[in-house]
Every structure is written in C-alpha cells, then in structure tokens.
C-alpha cells in the first residue's frame, strides 16, 4: 500500500492504492454517474467543473474537469481550503446553527490570501442565503478573478455531502 519515495526515505501511498481508488471510481456506480456528470457539464460549457466535500473543517475538490480553453481557473483535486472562501462551503456548512458553524470553522480561515478578512456575520448571512436559494455562489473570494456557483448533491436523508461547482472568470456574462 506504501512506497518509498525519494533519497530521505518518505513513505507515500502506493501504486496498489492508485488502483484500489481506480477500481473504486470505475465500479461504484454513484462515482461512476459523477464522473459522467463532470464530464458533460465541462463539455457542454466549456467551463471547469469540479465535484466538492468536506474533510475535517476543510474544503477540497474531490473530482476536477478543467475547462477546455486557454486561460483555465481551477484548483488541485485533493488540496485543503478554508470553507468560507468557497461557494461550496456554504452549502456544505448549511445545515448548521450559527453557533455550530462558529465552532466549526477555525478563525484564521475567514482571512482570504490577499489579507481581506470575511467578516464572520457576512459569512453566517451566506450560509443562510445558501440555505433559502438551494444554491450559492462566489465572486472574487480565494483570488480577485474567479466567480463559483455551487449545486448541491444530497444523500438519501436529504442532507448536503458534495457540490457540483463551477468556477468561471468573474466576468462572465450573467446569461452565460
């Protein structure tokens, strides 16, 4: 399951893991409709599409198509981000209480990477307009040029475990 990898002896998941991860993608049929899903939203738009979650009090893309063209915005699949800096994360976050999400989410992620601060009441108002539209969106949060919009995926009891989301240049036509 592990490797050595590297002169300093580091350890890493192994080629039996990038298979056990393939097989599981390729024969869960759940996987299986998202990765279709993925694929024909990222062609029929030509915009990047990426299937989102949690892990711990984090965001990460779980799954990426990026867009076809030239200039491609996306993120690595797999790589932790605060919550508030994501549309995603408002939906994903939407069935707590103010004072759950207060608790959940560590103070140091409501400062973006160009130093603005989310004020955390702004954040709270999101998750609760998030809530009422069934949808969010983003613009100008993790970097100044992308605008998100997130979808829920829900599981069987209703509630919100991923998002299908769209990250598109911020001056996108709204029709578009």
Known sequence: MLENVGPEGRVYLGRAMHLFGWA???HNVHCRRIIETLDALAAETGETVQLCGLRGNKY???DCRDSPGPFRISSHVGVEVPIPWT?????LL??????EVQAFVPA??????D?????????LSDIAKARRQGFSETSGLADRFTWCMAAPIRDRSGGITQTLCFVLPVDTPEAQ
Not at 94 to 99: I, K, Q, R, T, Y
Not at 108 to 113: E, S, T
């Open 60 to 62: 990460v893309v779980l």
């Open 115 to 123: 130093g603005r601060v989310i004020p955390q009441a702004d954040f």
């Open 94 to 99: 939407s069935h707590l209480g103010d004072d």
């Open 108 to 113: 140091g992620d409501y400062r973006l990477p």
């Open 87 to 91: 549309a995603s994360g408002r939906l």
């Open 24 to 26: 599981y993608s390729h």
